[in-house]
């Protein structure tokens, strides 16, 4: 057991003082979360389900039921209205039968409903007409099952747009048009989530799902029975996709999750002078992200470390000045995991990521700080999307071969 004091014994030497695991579904009670909305995540059994306003998400991937840690994401709004039930007026279909509840849906409820083509040799179609902002990069996105057909073909727009092609039987991605940026994501029970990214060129646009028969061709004559499963569209203003955000008559936003620790949840096992903070993530996307900020609640006194598009960094900034700034240089994958080290005391700086070769500042100045945020910037703000596996603290500032052990 670990003694009140910061000062460690040999054997307390290689003991976290503080050990946070969101692998396990619980949540350590010195953490403060909310969120001012519901959200969705997949629970163990890989069923999509909805948390309480200001209840954590421990997600699970949907597939392997393997735990992903704890979600933290940022404020988003799905802008498609009657996002489960396409059969209603919102929706416009063009020579396509939609029958409604026609087989069980992500969330294990009765609500996914079948889009068929007429036997007519044409393009099929269901679509929803959306003001949105030109310029703007937007991810759209649809739950999708084959039922008869293995294709479906997504288009942001009408007229000239291209398409994107997903195979819903192999999992797959076909053909994709200049300005799309597509995936798709298994979430069992032969389900998909397919994405579509791209920057709209004008305020109202048309967004389309299409039955199709084959990669690259919506034109052709269905037999009556045939069909595509479809459930959960989403529309959302962003370079990537988020989690789902059911809605019915209007536009609905989902709040950004803030897990913090302040007070003696906080000083209890913070060391002013020295210490060291490690983290787990797993990416959901590529870009700024930040894993955790230990501040003062401003800019100008914080020790913080990011995932980048390039790489990861940390920095020190005592009284607004850049005390440190470490950088690692790798390539970031969505769904790979990353444990990231940073040492601090006075004039003594590291910083590694995955057991890489530690860099180094020797000149540095250490803030006074008095809480921690996880997954967000310095006042609990600047979320994006990203799982914290876990995140463990020494009072020490350990030397650079156990920053390098400890993320290994």
Partial sequence: MITPSFALTATERVLPRLALDFTTGSLDPRVTFTRASTATFYNASGVLSTAAINAPRFDYNPVTLAPMGLLIEEQRTNLVLRSEQFENASWVSLVTTVTANATTAPDGTLTGDIL??????????????????????????????????????????SGTAPFAYFNLTAGTIGTVGAGLTASITPVGNGWYRCTVIFTMGSATNRFHLYPAQQNGDIVFAGDGTSG???????????????????????????NADVASMTGTNFSSWYNQTQGTLLSDVMLTQVGTTFAYTVSDNTVNNQIYHREL?????????????????????????????????????????????????????????????????????????????????????????????????FTS
Wanted: proline letters at 4%; one cysteine or more; charged letters at 10%.
């Fill in 116 to 157: 068929v083509p007429n036997m007519v040799s044409t393009g099929h179609a269901t679509y929803q007409d959306i003001i949105v902002s030109s310029g703007v990069a937007y991810a759209h996105t649809v739950y999708a099952k084959a039922a008869g057909y293995s294709w479906l073909a997504m288009r942001p727009s």
């Fill in 309 to 405: 598009v390039s790489g990861g960094d940390c920095a020190v900034v005592t009284s607004n000045f850049t005390q440190a700034y470490l950088t690692k240089a790798y390539t970031p994958a969505v769904g790979s995991i990353y444990q990231a080290a940073i040492g601090y005391a006075a004039n003594n700086i590291g910083f590694t990521v995955n057991a890489a070769s530690v860099v180094t500042d020797t000149s540095a100045t250490i803030p006074t700080l008095d809480r921690l945020y996880l997954g967000a910037s310095f006042n609990g703000a600047a979320q994006r999307s990203i799982y914290l596996r876990s995140f463990y603290y020494w009072p020490q500032r350990l030397t650079n071969a156990e920053l390098q052990a």
């Fill in 228 to 254: 595509i499963y479809v459930w959960g569209a989403q529309l959302e203003a962003g370079a990537f996709a988020t989690s789902y955000i059911p809605t019915t008559t209007t536009a609905l936003t989902r």
